[in-house]
């Protein structure tokens, strides 16, 4: 089980809830009450201090930097982005590339990214779109579009610029 801080502060507060109505009363009847009070407490500060050093309520993965990836299943044509984040938005600039020749054809550079986390979308002069999401094991995924594939198709796309000379500009 994978536990932040927002289970934890929700595990506090049903505990405290717990003990201020009343069964800290009922608990102290019997032999060992204190004693099993005590253990209570004790693995609830354990949860609590595994929550903290694990992550944060509302926290978003890094996305800032390079990202890179292409149409499934071969790779071939191949999308670059550079992100930047503040809070939940994000922009960026994209570039896209045919083949995987020397040099590639780029088809175009210096597209617009936007988007608030955890979704993206880029929009390139020549009507070609992409939108995406990013994904719990750090890839971005989504489908791009152009005029005439208006349906598009399925894009991956993971950090860092991959094969071949970046097309995005610095």
Known sequence: MRLNL?????????????????????????????????????????IVTAALASSS?????????DWSGGVRPLHLDILQIRLTREGKTIRGTACYVIG????????FRDAVV???????????SNGWS?????????????????PTEPGGYAMDLARGVGPGASCVTP
């Open 130 to 146: 992409f939108e995406g999401e990013f994904q719990d094991d750090d890839t971005l995924s989504g489908r791009y579009h152009t």
């Open 100 to 107: 995987n020749g020397v040099p590639p054809t780029v088809v």
């Open 57 to 65: 309520c509302g926290s978003t993965p890094q996305v800032s930097g």
């Open 6 to 46: 927002c289970s934890a502060v929700f595990i506090v507060r049903y505990a405290t809830r717990s003990v201020s109505s009343g069964q800290l009363d009922r608990a102290a009847e019997g032999p060992y009450a204190e004693d099993r009070m005590a253990s209570r407490l004790g693995a609830l500060v354990v």
């Open 114 to 124: 936007t988007g608030r986390y955890p979704a993206i979308s880029v929009v390139a």
